[in-house]
C-alpha cells in the first residue's frame, strides 16, 4: 500500500502563488508516477500534472502549463506543485495521486493510491 499526505492549500487572492506538497509512504519502490488532480464542485475529478517518481518526465494538463510547475525532493517521495498566477477557476479540491504501471496516465482511473485532499480557494 501506498499512503499520500498532501497540504498547502489555502484560501488565496487571484494573481497569487500557492505551493502544494505530497508525501508518498508505504511502498512507494512500487511508484511510477505522482500526480495531482483536482475536482471544483459540480464538474469532474481532471488531471493537472504528473512527475515520474525517479525519471525526469513531467506532464501537465493545457490549462495549468505555463502557470503551475510540478517537482519532487531527492527521494522521490515527495513531489510539490508550484501555483502560479492563480484564477477563480484554479478552484478545486486538489488531489495526489499515485500509479504503480509503467508509463505516464492523464486519467484518474489508471492512479491506484490517493490522497485525502487539500482546498484551494481563489478569491478576492
Known amino acids: 500500500q501506498v499512503r499520500l499526505v498532501e497540504s498547502g492549500g489555502g484560501l488565496v487572492q487571484p494573481g497569487t502563488s500557492l505551493r502544494l506538497s505530497c508525501r508518498a509512504s508505504?511502498?512507494?519502490?512500487?511508484?511510477?508516477?505522482m500526480g495531482w488532480f483536482r475536482q471544483a464542485p459540480g464538474k469532474e475529478r481532471e488531471f493537472v500534472s504528473a512527475i515520474h517518481r525517479t525519471l525526469r518526465a513531467t506532464a501537465y494538463a493545457d490549462s495549468v502549463q505555463d502557470r503551475f510547475s510540478i517537482s519532487k525532493d531527492k527521494t522521490g517521495n515527495s513531489i510539490f506543485l508550484q501555483m502560479n498566477n492563480l484564477t477563480p477557476e484554479d478552484t478545486a479540491l486538489y488531489y495526489c495521486?499515485?500509479?504503480?504501471?509503467?508509463?505516464?496516465?492523464?486519467?484518474?482511473?489508471?492512479?491506484?493510491?490517493w490522497g485525502q485532499g487539500t482546498q484551494v480557494t481563489v478569491s478576492s
Open positions: 508505504g511502498l512507494t519502490a512500487r511508484v511510477s508516477f
Open positions: 495521486a499515485a500509479r504503480t504501471s509503467p508509463g505516464l496516465s492523464r486519467s484518474r482511473e489508471d492512479y491506484s493510491y
